[in-house]
């Protein structure tokens, strides 16, 4: 059964850092591609960054371009997202999930992936 967790959110500063982490059990981790998604109140959930099964590509909406980071650790079976210069538009519930055997670009569409974590706020804010 697939899990995932989320963890490392909080409240930080504009232009500040944080690194959430989503620690996946259940499931061999580069036979899916995972992403983090984000939804904020009123809007529609958004892929903001895939990591491919296979190769490891990695996909970036482009507002989060040049700031985010993704990583997954095969070893420890976690992805990361490393977000520098945060904002205050990134405020938002971000969740990591995941979809079979699959390219990074399907980040943008979010309804057809399999597998979500609980989600957890980011808040960004002085």
């Known amino acids: 059964q697939v899990q995932l967790v989320e963890s490392g959110g909080g409240l930080v500063q504009p232009g500040e850092s944080l690194r959430l982490a989503c620690a996946a059990s259940g499931f061999i981790l580069d036979q899916y591609a995972i992403g983090w998604f984000r939804q904020a109140p009123g809007k529609e959930r958004e892929g903001i960054s895939c990591i491919s099964s296979a190769d490891g590509r990695t996909y970036y909406a482009d507002s989060v371009k040049g700031r985010f980071t993704i990583s997954r650790d095969l070893a420890n079976k976690t992805v990361y997202l490393q977000m520098d210069s945060l904002k205050p538009e990134d405020t938002a519930v971000y969740y990591c999930?995941?979809?079979?055997?699959?390219?990074?670009?399907?980040?943008?569409?979010?309804?057809?992936?399999?597998?979500w974590g609980q989600g957890i706020q980011v808040t960004v804010s002085s």
């Open positions: 999930a995941t979809r079979f055997r699959s390219a990074s670009y399907y980040c943008r569409a979010p309804d057809t992936f399999e597998s």
